[in-house]
Nanobody
């Protein structure tokens, strides 16, 4: 079992920054983990994913150049640094993890991630 706990969400103005954290506990030998988000009335979408084996990172086109995903192995924590925030970044952000291989072609498929956190709200106002 893997338990994921997110923190760091909040309200910020356009152009501001936030850093989300996801602390993992339990069986923390993960294949990949990352951040998904869901805005009201919209489907959940992948934002950024970190493959632990080689340290590869992947980003949705909508956040490239603005968001950075990273992990602290010692703390079993995943981060998402979000800069230049836009109103369309407003959503509930979820940390998700998989202990089993996730093919690159399935990086953004939420069903490939078995473990999920409870979410942290990010609100960007203009």
């Amino acid at each position: 079992q893997v338990r994921l706990v997110e923190s760091g969400g909040g309200s910020v103005q356009v152009g501001g920054s936030l850093r989300l954290s996801c602390a993992a506990s339990g069986s923390t030998s993960l294949w990949s983990w990352g951040w998904f988000r869901q805005a009201p009335g919209k489907e959940r979408e992948g934002v950024a994913v970190f493959y632990t084996g080689g340290g590869s990172t992947y980003y949705a086109d909508s956040v490239k150049g603005r968001f950075t995903i990273s992990q602290d192995n010692a703390k079993n924590t995943l981060y998402l640094q979000m800069n230049s925030l836009k109103p369309e970044d407003t959503a509930m952000y979820y940390c998700a993890a998989s202990r089993y291989p996730v093919a690159l072609s399935e990086t953004w498929k939420s069903v490939r991630y078995y473990y999920w956190g409870q979410g942290t709200q990010v609100t960007v106002s203009s």
